[in-house]
């Protein structure tokens, strides 16, 4: 190392691997004047620190990260992939287990959407996994209005561009005609905002229904609707390539979270 380069890590890098928030938000944080290192409040990320460094933020002391963990989640419809909704609609972190850690999703599902949902405790395995360059295989099951034509879904998986935004090509099975509805199964590694939603009404059919069954090598399986389930760590080490060194972080079973009354929570029949 130079003499000039400061020593440790960015400080929105450290928060953004304890769990605290994305690098970006951490940014956001840092910017509001909600963190102090050292017993100063700071107002620029650029600034290195060490495991020396005291850091606090809004109040209360960062300890050291813990080992990266991943939970899998099956979203229900209904919930918005944010901590707070400014419309004040039910939100995915205000439906988990209230004995679940601070987390951070790995990219989101919209509103209308069900399925897998990673989980996080880690800022860096979350930007990690969210990258285009990881190219990971996102599989959905997909329900259309209607039907669709081998020659209308060749045109998905040849790539399309709906009001100039370019889509990657997509792996596009026709399953079954179930009665006034179809059932696709999708692939892509993209993961753009609502692609598959705008991909299906460009070629004339619209989504009344799609769940995330993978992320990768991760699946959803037998995950009922509002429950969360931690991999072991061997697993998280395996598929992200990380040390095999071993932790002390224990792995929990299952959790099921109670079916509330509200019909938002509730998962739409086939």
Known sequence: ???????????????SRAGIASRREAERMIADGRVAVNGAVIDSPAMN??????????????????????????KPAGLVTTERDERDRPTVFGNLPEDMPRVMSVGRLD??????????????IKRRLELPSTGWLRRYRVRIKGSASEKSLDQLREGITVEG????PMNVTFDRQQGAN?????????GKN??????????GVIVNRLIRVSYGPFQLGELKAGAVEE???????DQLGLS?????????????????SRSAGKKPKR
Request: aromatic content about 4%; hydrophobic content about 35%; proline content about 9%.
């Open 1 to 15: 190392m130079s003499e000039n380069t400061p020593r440790g890590d960015r400080i929105a890098k450290v928060l």
């Open 49 to 74: 620190v060490t495991g020396a460094d005291k850091i606090v933020v809004d109040g209360t002391p960062v300890g050291a990260p813990e080992p990266p963990r991943i939970w899998l989640y099956h």
């Open 111 to 124: 509103l209308n959407s069900e399925g897998l949902l990673l989980l996080t405790n880690d800022g860096e």
């Open 165 to 168: 935004v370019t889509y990657q």
């Open 182 to 190: 179809a059932w696709l199964t999708v692939a892509l590694r993209e």
């Open 194 to 203: 609502r692609e598959i939603r705008r991909a299906m009404e460009a070629i």
């Open 231 to 237: 991999l072991k760590q061997r697993v998280v080490r």
């Open 244 to 260: 095999d060194k071993p932790t002390p972080t224990r792995v929990r079973k299952p959790i099921q979270r109670p079916a509330k």
